[in-house]
C-alpha cells in the first residue's frame, strides 16, 4: 500500500499471518536494505520478488551504463532480501531514436550482459511485459509471447523469467498460449 511504509507493510502483513510480500524498490530504499533485511527474516516472511529495475534502452552508452548498473545494485538489493525475483522493466524508445528494433535489441543485450551478475547473486531476473500503450516511454517489451522469445535467445532459465501482470498483459489475443508456454518460466504473477 503507498500509504504505507515498508516496516508497517512488513509488521501488518506478519499480524494478519500473511507470509509474502513483494517489496517496491522506492519503499526499500526509504527503509534501508540491511533493515529490511533482518525485519523480514524476524517476520518470517518470503519475498516473492523486489519491483523493479530496468529502463535499459538508451542509445547513449553513459546512459545506458549507469542504467545496467542500477539493475547491478538491484539485484544485490534482492538477494539480501532474498526476493525469488527481480521484476525488470526494459524501458522506452528514445525519442531521439525512435527505432522500436534496436530498443528491443539493446535491451535483450542488455539483460545478457546482467546474466551472470544475477547468477551470482543467485536472484532471478523477472522480464514484465507491459502495455503496448507504453512501449514509447516504459517499456519496449509488450507481450508474453516477446518475453518468451527473449528467454529463448537468452538460454538461461535458471536464471532468466517472466514476470505476468494481468493489469499490463490481459488484453493480448494470444495470451493463454503464451502463459502456456511460459510454463515455469513465469517467476512473478501479479
Not at 105 to 129: T, Y
Not at 131 to 136: D, F, G, S, V
Request: proline letters at 4%.
Amino acid at each position: 500500500l503507498p500509504q504505507w511504509t515498508l516496516r508497517q507493510a512488513i509488521e501488518g502483513l506478519a499480524r494478519n499471518d500473511v507470509q509474502g510480500i513483494s517489496v517496491w524498490r522506492e519503499k526499500l530504499h526509504e527503509f534501508g536494505v540491511a533493515e529490511a533485511a533482518r525485519l523480514l527474516a524476524d517476520n518470517a516472511m518470503s519475498v516473492s520478488g523486489l519491483c523493479f529495475a530496468g529502463m535499459i534502452t538508451s542509445p547513449n552508452s553513459s546512459e545506458a551504463a549507469k542504467a545496467i548498473d542500477d539493475v547491478r545494485r538491484a539485484i544485490d538489493e534482492a538477494a539480501a532480501i532474498k526476493a525469488r525475483c527481480l521484476v525488470f522493466v526494459a524501458g522506452g524508445v528514445d525519442p531521439h531514436d525512435k527505432n522500436l528494433e534496436a530498443t528491443r535489441a539493446r535491451a535483450l543485450d542488455g539483460v545478457a550482459e546482467l546474466i551472470p551478475h544475477a547468477r551470482s547473486a543467485g536472484v532471478r531476473i523477472g522480464l514484465e511485459p507491459l502495455h503496448p500503450m507504453i512501449c514509447a516511454n516504459r517499456s519496449v517489451l509488450s507481450t508474453v509471447g516477446l518475453a518468451n522469445d527473449w528467454c529463448d535467445a537468452l538460454g538461461a532459465e535458471d536464471v532468466v523469467g517472466i514476470a505476468v501482470d494481468t493489469y499490463a498483459v490481459w488484453w493480448d489475443p494470444d495470451l493463454e498460449a503464451q502463459v502456456a508456454r511460459a510454463g515455469a518460466r513465469i517467476c512473478a504473477f501479479h
